[in-house]
């Protein structure tokens, strides 16, 4: 009987850059579980009818080790990607190639169609044929609109003396605030309002975060744990890390089949699970804003093909949501 071929060196790789990015979303979480509080106190108006919420703050929001390890990662992501290119345009034995050439090999991304002509005509480009070639243009940013990919551009450009990857700590917008410690005029709010002060900020002590507004006056109000998140800015836009990761993960290993000339089921099977995690996210946000459950409950229930993350073990006695990365109520 013969022995079942060993994984490739590329794919060994990917499930280094998978266990890594868990890896560091564990870290992150337990980081800001543990060390961090993050509160909004409000300050009423005079007339008691208004409060905005002041962000108050204990302990260092965002080490700059998160910042470090995260550019690390993403640094290996785009590595992974060269790495898989080199070797799909170098597999002909027939091609010579000078050393000037081998420097130059990289994974193509075009964040525009200009761009992607003037990559595409490159020996190792042209070195996949045809058929690779077309796939590998149905994964570039100018084609899916991803912004993934031109981030992992933009940091393997960066001169090594460059600042790592900034972090933020964002008012999650995935999980939305509860306010527990309202007490509401005796005859009801009547009408009520409650939105961000400015769109969600990057969270930061004294940061004017929501603005909770009645026809009646309020009684009193106390002070709200922030359920947040940590964010990366991309264009000008804040990105959940963890949907960052997720992202990474999928977008090497479906570059990865498509230089390979394989069909994309590592990259669809990653595509999945994470949809269903998103899935479940989602319908945990509709069950706090509207109370009804059923959805996140067959969501989360015991099914072989959904993401597990807020599946309860079978030793833990406390509510299944606490079991995900990020904390449903406070920091993650």
């Known amino acids: 009987m013969s022995k079942p071929a060993e994984p490739s060196r590329l794919f060994k790789g990917i499930g280094i850059l998978m266990q890594e990015s868990f890896d560091y979303l564990h870290e992150a979480a337990d980081y800001h579980r543990k060390r961090i509080r993050v509160l909004a106190v409000p300050r009423f108006d005079p007339d008691r ?13 965002v080490p700059v080790e998160l910042e470090y390890k995260l550019s690390n990662i993403l ?31 990289s994974f193509p991304i075009a964040s525009t169609e200009e761009a992607w002509d003037a990559l595409v005509g490159r020996k190792h480009v042209v070195a996949l044929g045809a058929k690779r070639i077309a796939k590998l243009r149905a994964i570039q940013p100018f084609v899916t609109g991803a912004r993934l990919p031109v981030l992992l551009n933009d940091l393997h450009r960066f001169d090594k003396h460059r600042d790592p ?31 961000f ?10 940061v004017e975060l929501v603005v909770r507004r009645t026809k009646r006056p309020m009684m009193s109000i106390g002070p709200e744990d922030i359920p947040a998140t940590l964010a990366a ?7 959940d890390v ?3 990761l997720w992202d990474t993960i999928e977008y090497v290993s479906r570059a990865a089949d498509v230089l390979e000339g394989k069909r994309p089921a590592v990259a669809d099977a990653f595509a999945n699970y994470f949809a269903a995690e998103r899935q479940q996210l989602a319908a945990f946000q509709r069950g706090m804003l509207n ?39 406070g920091l993650y």
């Open 49 to 61: 009818t208004r409060a905005i919420y002041v962000v108050r703050v204990r302990g260092e929001l």
């Open 75 to 105: 640094f290996q992501a785009r590595a992974t990607l060269d790495r898989a290119m080199f070797l799909a345009s170098h597999a002909d034995p027939a091609l010579t190639w000078t050393k000037g050439e081998d420097v130059q090999t």
């Open 165 to 195: 990857l900034s972090l933020f700590l964002i008012a999650d917008p995935q999980f939305p605030m509860v306010f527990d410690h309202v007490q509401d005029h005796p005859a009801g709010p009547d009408e009520s309002w409650i939105d």
């Open 197 to 206: 002060a400015k769109p969600n900020p990057p969270l930061a002590a004294g």
């Open 233 to 239: 800015r991309i264009d000008g836009a804040f990105v």
């Open 242 to 244: 963890q949907d960052l």
């Open 291 to 329: 109370e009804d459950w059923g959805e996140w409950l067959k969501l989360s229930g015991p099914v072989v093909d959904r993401g597990a993350s807020f599946r309860r073990p079978r030793s833990a006695t406390g509510p299944a949501c606490l079991q995900h990365s990020k904390h449903p109520r």
